[in-house]
Each structure stands twice: as C-alpha cells, then as structure tokens.
C-alpha cells in the first residue's frame, strides 16, 4: 500500500505526520521523502545512508561532423532546447524536458544522449524503517523527474510512506499518482482552506480517496470542519497547537519522542486509513 | 522601479503574510502573486478584478480514435507512459512534447494548445495586483510565474510607482527559479527549526546561482533562539542581509481569520512592532544597489 503525504499549503505538517507515521509503525515500512526541492524528513528520521546515487535526465549531444544544418530537430522541439544558429545547433540542456524527439527525428544520426544531473538519491535506513530521498541540484528547474525516480524505490511487499511537496501542480502529482491513499494536512486558516480545496481537486481529478489531518487544530477558525463535513472529507486526526510539540520539532524531534502517547494515535490513524482503502477494494 | 521578491524555501514560514504587511506600510507599490500554484495574497487582498485573461501554454495529444490504426509507434516513443493500450492519452500524464504527434503515420494525433490556467489584473486597497491562478494538475508554472511579474511591473510603470512587492513560492525549483530573475533583491523569511535552516540554506544558495541579492528575516525567533542565530550566523557568512527577527504572534492568524494585515488587525502588537523594524531595514537595503548588512 502507498500513503501520500500532502497538502496544497506549505508548512502544515506533512512531514511531522510522514514521520511520526513511519516510526511509530516500525518495521516493513518505508518513507520516501518526494520533496525534492526541501527534503526535510531525514532531519527527523536520522538515517545511515548506505547508498548514494546521482540521477540524470537524458539531453541531446550534436555531432557536427555528421549534422547538415536541416532544422529538423528545432522544429520538433517544444520547449526550445535545440536550435540552428547559422553553422552550428545549440543545445540548450536545462530547458530540455528528455522526450528524446530530436534524437529519433535526426535523418544524420547526428544527436546521442548525454546527461544532465538532477540531483541524487540517497538511500539508508533506521531501526528496521527503510529511508529513500531525492535531493535536487541548486539550479536545477525541474523537480518531478526526479520524484519518479524516487518513486522507483517503492516495494510493494511493504507500506510505503511518501512525503510530498507542497502545491497543486507537476511535483505534487507525480507525487500522490499511483497512491492508494491521500493523507492531506491542513490547519484552520484561510489560506490552508483554500489551498486544501485545491489539494482536494487534485486528489480528485487522480480518482484516489483520500482524509484530513488538521494540524494546530486550536488556532485559527471552523471553515476548514465545515467544509470537510460538506465535502464528506473524514478527518482523521487533530494535532492542537503545542509550544512543547512546535519547539521539540524546531530541534529535529518527533512528537511520538516527546509525547509518546502519541504513538498510539499514529497507530490508529494508519488502522483507519487501512480499513478506509480496504473498502473500497472490496 | 525596483522589485523585492519573498522566498522562503520551506513553505509556511509567513511569506504571505509579510508580504501583506509589507503592503500596509510601502508607500506607491505595487502587489504581485507569484504562487500560482497555492496562491494566498488575494484572500488578505481581497482584489477587485479588473481584467481576466486565459493563460495558455503548452500543448496536449489527442489521438483521434477513428484514424488511429494501432501501429504502436506513438506508444513506443512515448517516453512518458502516457499512452494506453488502448491507444488513449492521459491528460495528466502527457509531457506536451508532440513526439507522437509527429511521427505518427497515419496523422491520427492532434496537438491543440492547453489552457492551463487565469491571471488577473486588479485593483485592491493597498494598489494595483498582478495575480494567477494555475489550473489544479496543470504544467508551466514558471511560464506563469514570469508572466505575472511581467504583468506586475507594467502595472506599476504605468501608475509610475516605485516598488513591486511581489509573493513567490515555496522550493527551488521552476517558478522559484522564474519569480527571482531579474529582481532587484529577494527576502528570505525563515523559521528558527532544523528543516527551516535546511531549506533557508539551499535557498540562498539558489538565490547566489542566479546573482540576486538576498536579504533574511526570521520570524517565530523565540521558537528556538538557538538556531536562530546560528541561521543568522550563516547568513552573514554568505553575504546575505540579516534584517530582523519576528516572534511567534498569534497576531498573524487572527488577522488572516479576519482578512486584515496585522497592521490593519493591531498595529501595537510584537509582531507589527518587528515587521516595522524588518520593513524600515529593507527600504534603506533596497535603496543601495548591493544589500549589505544593516548595523
């Protein structure tokens, strides 16, 4: 089964939840940290890394010897990653998106594939919990290649923990498509309402079911409830604001470490969510 | 005119907010949204929509069923898996790149232009708004992201005003990478916490990849005074402006509930005390070409 951990809004407690989830659960499970951009989970999870790989996205190398100027592969490329300049093709590398169609539409065979780094993937583990993250390379503009390699790591003999980028668009997608289950978290402000109805659209339009945390569920207002009962969204779980839960995260500590009552209730939460995908597959 | 971007790496560590406090104390600006993905500013804003425009970008296959033979070349091409056996596109899937549309033999794709979202000029209480809104699971925010400023900063030449304020999003990626270039300076509001620090880190290096200045606010300081100075210490000794520290408020989400900047909620709280301090730095930081250290 894969849980994904999102939200719309920024700095609600995606990966406080991620994280809890994955340890107070203990073993055959894995947490694969999607937020490529801001990785954040390993700051809690304290893994040992055992392997790190670089990742690269396929981009176009011109052989000039073999190329006769034709201008067909600037033609077919949508994103103006290659062009003829007079005597030569520039390729632009960080503006290529690796569809591969100058390469195939070359009648010179002039293009092979060279690599352009996205950023690396590091791998490892913690008392039995399986760790994966991507890290995008500063500079680097697109993260959701990226996120799909991540992806790769799932197993599917295990429960897989995958922790989102805030958002609505690309990242976020290829973060939550495929998953069994969408955890949103929210807090009860207007601008976490209105980035969670624009989470629940997107949970929408992939057709996966999904429920609501609403984390410093004492501050704030009750549009976030009401809007979860009309919408028939469960919520699965409140987290009220705590200055000893705020200030152990600022350290890099978990809630279940501080307070571990709580480990009970990342229990019963992954319990509800487990029944809640269980119906509606039989 | 000058435009200051606000950043953060992490998300929810207060851009938006600040951004419209900001708005209650800058004198002739104007405002500019450039988290299209999750955008926020508008619901403090509430702006008045004077024009409305469809934003187009990209395009999609679409395989018409009744000239497709089945060959399979589009699905052996496709590098995305974004064609079924059935030889239908996923929406959601499809890159826009058009490699199928291309080669196909029998001339079966189409490969119409996406509308994949709206931006808005408007009027609002603090001035004028460049603002947008990316459709949900839709591509090219940062084309979206470079046209809003671009929108943002006509906005403001024509009234003649000097500063555009404008709300970037949260990450490194391509609409961060779209809201900073050509900016006169980017504030970085950080929180006092190790993923604050983390992502404070990675963005200021971001920020040096593509030469803007950048200044740094922290705000809960008193969540962790520790690391909030150890994020200060790193900050000066990557050149980067430290400008101030805000503490935990609950001034901030009362104003939000209500709509209201902090100034307009209770401009006698500590955090309308710390953002005056921050604003006033920033004004002196913006009017030197290179942002140095306030003293």
Not at chain 2, 57 to 69: K, L, R
Not at chain 2, 216 to 236: S, W
Request: net charge negative; aromatic share 6%; proline share 6%.
């Amino acid at each position: 089964m894969i849980i994904s951990i999102a939200s719309g809004k920024g700095g609600t407690g995606k990966t406080t939840v991620a994280t809890n989830m994955a340890v107070s659960l203990g073993g055959d499970v894995q947490l694969l940290d999607c937020d490529v951009e801001e990785p954040n989970a390993h700051l809690f999870i304290h893994p040992v890394i055992n392997e790190v790989k670089t990742i690269t996205t396929p981009v176009p190398e011109v052989d000039m010897e073999k190329c006769n100027l034709c201008g067909k592969c600037g033609e077919i490329c949508q994103f103006k990653a290659i062009v003829v300049i007079g005597k030569t093709v520039l390729p632009f590398p960080e503006m290529c998106h690796s569809c591969g169609g100058c390469m195939e539409v070359c009648p010179e065979k002039a293009i092979t594939e060279t690599g352009r780094e996205l950023g690396v993937i590091e791998r490892g583990s913690r008392n039995g919990l399986e760790f994966v993250h991507g890290k995008l390379r500063v500079g680097e503009a697109m993260s959701p290649p990226l996120i799909r390699k991540v992806r790769e790591y799932a197993r599917p003999d295990v429960l897989t923990i995958i922790d989102a980028p805030p958002g609505t668009s690309c990242p976020v997608i290829a973060s939550m498509k495929g998953a069994d289950f969408v955890l949103l978290v929210t807090e009860p402000t207007p601008f976490g309402l209105n980035d969670l109805k624009l989470a629940v659209g997107a949970v929408k339009i992939l057709g996966i079911p999904c429920g609501l945390i609403i984390n410093r569920s004492d501050m704030g207002d009750d549009k976030v409830k009401i809007y979860a009962e009309k919408e028939n969204l469960p919520i699965l779980m409140e987290i009220p604001f705590d200055r000893k839960i705020a200030e152990a995260y600022s350290r890099g500590e978990m809630i279940v470490e501080v307070m571990p009552e709580w480990k009970e209730k990342f229990l019963k939460l992954y319990q509800q969510i487990e029944e809640m995908s269980f119906h509606k597959n039989h | 005119m000058k435009e200051l971007v606000v950043i953060s790496g992490k998300g929810g560590t207060g851009k938006t907010s600040l951004l419209a406090a900001f708005a209650s104390l800058a004198n002739r600006k104007a405002l500019c949204d450039a988290d299209v993905d999750a955008a926020d500013l508008h619901l403090i804003m509430d702006p008045r929509i004077k024009e409305r425009y469809d934003f187009e970008s990209g395009h999609e296959a679409v395989i018409n069923s009744d000239m497709c033979t089945q060959c399979g070349l589009c699905r052996e091409l496709c590098r995305w898996n974004a064609i079924s056996e059935d030889f239908i596109v996923d929406p959601i899937a499809c890159e826009g790149c058009g490699v199928c549309y291309y080669f196909c033999p029998e001339k079966a794709i189409d490969f119409p232009l996406k509308t994949c979202g709206e931006w808005y000029l408007s009027e609002t209480r603090f001035g004028p708004m460049a603002h947008a809104r990316l459709g949900i699971a839709e591509e090219n925010s940062g084309k979206l992201v470079s046209l809003i400023r671009k929108e943002g900063k006509k906005l403001a030449e024509k009234e003649s005003l000097d500063l555009l304020l404008t709300d970037g999003p949260p990450g490194i990626g391509c609409p961060v990478i779209a809201s900073l270039g050509g900016a006169t300076a980017t504030l970085i509001v950080a929180e006092p916490t190790v993923s604050g620090r983390h992502d404070m880190e990675r963005v200021v290096e971001l920020a040096a990849f593509f030469k803007v200045p950048a200044m740094v606010c922290i705000n809960k300081y008193d969540l962790n005074p520790d690391m909030g100075q150890a994020i200060e210490a790193f900050a000066r000794e990557r050149n980067v402006t430290v400008m101030g520290r805000i503490p935990f408020d609950p001034v901030f989400t009362k104003a939000m509930v209500q709509g209201k900047t902090i100034f307009e909620f209770d401009d006698r709280s500590e955090g309308s005390k710390a953002v005056k301090v921050i604003w006033e730095n920033l004004v002196k930081g913006l009017e030197t070409s290179t942002c140095r250290e306030q003293s």
